[in-house]
Nanobody, 125 residues
Framework: QVQLVESGGGLVQAGDSLRLSCAAS????????MGWFRRAPGKEREFVAA????????DYADSVKGRFTISRDNAKSTVYLRMNSLKPEDTAVYYC??????????????????WGQGTQVTVSS
């Protein structure tokens, strides 16, 4: 059974940085693209960033481009999201997810099948 466990969220001030981690277990992590999504209060879940199985491709939502960096360590079965210059509008529950098919790549939520429980990020102004 695949498990994804996020950590690293918290309460920070605008302009601060955080690094989220997502530890995976239950299947060959290095064969699957990973993504980060978020759900802000009163809004639908949205794409934040994705990284291919080997780290060779990454994509970002326009709202975080230049501020957030997704990376992965396949030896540790962990994907990271480094968030710099945080803004109050980044406040959300952040979820990591694993794409459905090995070696596939997607930025679309419907192509991800396993999800973590989420970690809260709150940015105060």
């Amino acid at each position: 059974q695949v498990q994804l466990v996020e950590s690293g969220g918290g309460l920070v001030q605008a302009g601060d940085s955080l690094r989220l981690s997502c530890a995976a277990s239950g299947r060959t992590f290095s064969s699957f693209a990973m993504g980060w999504f978020r759900r802000a209060p009163g809004k639908e879940r949205e794409f934040v960033a994705a990284i291919s199985w080997n780290g060779g491709r990454t994509d970002y939502a326009d709202s975080v481009k230049g501020r957030f960096t997704i990376s992965r360590d396949n030896a540790k079965s962990t994907v990271y999201l480094r968030m710099n210059s945080l803004k109050p509008e980044d406040t959300a529950v952040y979820y990591c997810a694993s794409v459905v098919r090995a070696l596939a790549y997607s930025i679309y939520e419907s192509n991800y099948d396993y999800w973590g429980q989420g970690t809260q990020v709150t940015v105060s102004s």
